[in-house]
């Protein structure tokens, strides 16, 4: 697991408290399989975003359904700041 992943579990698990470390884990889980409800899902972005200092269209947001994918979209955004997570 990279680090950027380690730190979107983290987050995760801060989001959520009724996760375990084990249902996020899986970084390829769809957020409703791991008990994270559409509003703790935008508290997760929210979290992502002011923890990386980017921004995520809301158009790339509504797309995002895993930590896997939020980590892909993350690591672009950082990519096209010339930064890495």
Excluded at 30 to 38: E, M, P
Aim: charged fraction near 25%; hydrophobic fraction near 45%; glycine fraction near 6%.
């Amino acid at each position: 697991m990279t680090p950027l992943q380690q730190t979107l579990v983290r987050i995760a698990l801060e989001v959520n408290a009724r996760a375990t470390i084990k249902d996020v884990a899986d970084l390829d889980r769809r957020f409703g399989d791991i008990g994270i409800d559409s509003l703790e899902a935008m508290s997760l972005m929210l979290a992502v975003t002011e923890h990386y200092n980017i921004e995520i269209p809301d158009a790339e947001i509504d797309k995002v359904m895993t930590l896997n994918e939020l980590a892909g979209l993350v690591e672009g955004q950082l990519a096209s700041l010339g930064r890495q997570a």
